[in-house]
């Protein structure tokens, strides 16, 4: 659950990042540090909802 909204503002600090006016080396690695946390929380919930069988969401 926790990891959605983790993902959520990953996102939004994505859509942030070209108006900080970052050096673009420093702007390199935080994007790829961003888009590590982002994989690593995506397969971490995909597993966590494999091994529960299914959805988290309650139908």
Do not use: C, R
């Amino acid at each position: 659950m926790w990891q959605n909204w983790v993902n959520g503002v990953l996102g939004l600090w994505i859509i942030l990042m070209p108006f900080l006016g970052l050096d673009p080396s420093l702007h390199k690695y935080l994007m790829i540090a961003t888009g590590i946390v982002v994989a690593v929380l995506a397969f971490w919930t995909a597993m966590a909802e494999g091994k529960s069988g299914g959805s988290s969401m309650p139908m």
